[in-house]
């Protein structure tokens, strides 16, 4: 049974950081690109960040670019997402996820696991 689990999300004012963490289990974490993606009330998911299965390649939505950074353990089953310089437009559910391949995928179709959520608020 795969399971994905984050942890991490919190209540933050602008400008402050805050550091998400997904535990993976269930799965060969090293044959998986991972991927974090957010939802905002009202909108639709969208993409924030993935790396590849080695983690030697990133991509960024332009939103976060300079302000997050993925980075993944593959010995620990781990993947972290550190946002910097947060913004109340970064207010939104965090969603770690896994799809099957090498590279990341910017939808959400690409994506075979899902974790249940962390929220994360921005005040101004």
């Known amino acids: 049974q795969v399971q994905l689990v984050e942890s991490g999300g919190g209540l933050v004012q602008a400008g402050d950081s805050l550091r998400l963490s997904c535990a993976a289990s269930g799965l060969t974490f090293r044959s998986y690109y991972m991927g974090w993606l957010r939802q905002a009330p009202g909108k639709e998911r969208e993409f924030v960040a993935g790396i590849s299965t080695s983690g030697g390649s990133t991509d960024y939505a332009d939103s976060v670019k300079g302000r997050f950074t993925i980075s993944r353990d593959n010995a620990k089953n781990t993947v972290a997402l550190q946002m910097n310089s947060l913004k109340p437009e970064d207010t939104a559910v965090y969603y770690c996820?896994?799809?099957?391949?090498?590279?990341?995928?910017?939808?959400?179709?690409?994506?075979?696991?899902w974790g249940q959520g962390t929220q994360v608020n921005v005040s101004s």
């Open positions: 996820a896994a799809g099957v391949g090498v590279i990341p995928r910017r939808v959400e179709l690409g994506y075979d696991y």
